[in-house]
């Protein structure tokens, strides 16, 4: 696995020079009596020394250093670094601006869980090792066919696979486990379905339901359970039943998945 790209800090060296002088001196003989006073010359006056010529280099100006941890209205080449990775590694962090912003967010939530790491949305330590030295996701239906989704509820991870390969890794909020009743009659606990089941329809954009709204749902029973983007999708467990993902990722998700026919797998 490729390492992933770190900035370094680099060092400045600084060196100074000292420059010193020195004066003349002059030296007087004595008259004798018997004769007229006679002038010496002065002695001849020593050059002073001059300074050697300086043979040091400009000091370049420092880098600036990583951030020892990366989070959320960060930006900068380490932000950069770390979207470009995720991508790399099937997550979608959105477009590799250097901006940390909440589609960035969402994908270091989908990396965290599959990981197995704390879900604290910041980069860190930890989380950069991981980055350098990831683990796949943990395959739910290995024989489950080369095109295939698998929903994890215990990590609130979905994996899409295409020709074998995985081909999208996503954060996903799902059934809350609270008791609700419908505007529409009936009253149900928020239980997402365990199973395998099928893509079975597609609605393009937003789509009114009893429950809410629910953006580019593909369905995978009949039109009640859908995947689909919501502008609400947190680290908890919350949809009715549903399972949500994030509305950037749903943007392009219906195009990946062929429907109806898709096998969907959702395990515990």
């Not at 590799?96 to 790491?117: M, S």
């Not at 990590?155 to 390969?165: F, I, N, R, S, T």
Request: proline residues 13%; hydrophobic residues 40%.
């Amino acid at each position: 696995m490729n390492g992933w790209p770190r900035a370094l800090a680099a060092l400045g060296l600084g060196t100074a020079l000292l420059a010193a002088g020195c004066g003349t001196a002059g030296v007087s003989a004595r008259p004798r009596p018997s004769s007229p006073p006679a002038v010496s010359a002065p002695a001849p006056s020593r050059p002073a020394p001059t300074a050697p010529p300086s043979s040091a280099t400009p000091t370049p100006a420092p880098t600036p250093s990583a951030p020892a941890t990366l989070s959320t209205g960060m930006s900068g080449p380490a932000v950069l670094a770390l979207q470009q990775r995720l991508a790399a590694l099937k997550y979608y962090p959105g477009p590799a601006d250097g901006n940390f912003g909440p589609d960035t967010l969402e994908a270091v939530w989908a990396f965290q869980e599959a990981q197995g790491l704390a879900v604290t949305g910041t980069v860190g330590p930890a989380t950069s090792a991981a980055l350098a030295d990831p683990r796949s996701p943990a395959v739910l239906v290995p024989g489950g066919g080369a095109t295939r989704v698998e929903i994890n509820l215990a990590d609130e991870v979905l994996v899409l696979y295409q020709a074998g390969q995985i081909a999208l890794i996503s954060h996903v909020s799902t059934g809350g486990g609270y008791y609700y009743c419908s505007p529409g009659g009936g009253c149900a606990y928020a239980i997402t379905p365990t199973g395998d089941f099928q893509t079975t329809t597609f609605m393009p954009g937003w789509v009114t339901v009893p429950l809410g709204e629910m953006y580019n749902p593909v369905f995978f029973i009949d039109t009640a359970f859908a995947i689909h983007g919501d502008t609400y999708v947190p680290l908890q467990p919350v949809s009715h039943g549903c399972v949500r993902i994030p509305m950037d990722i749903a943007q392009f998700f219906y195009t990946l998945v062929p429907t109806p026919g898709t096998p969907v797998y959702i395990r515990g």
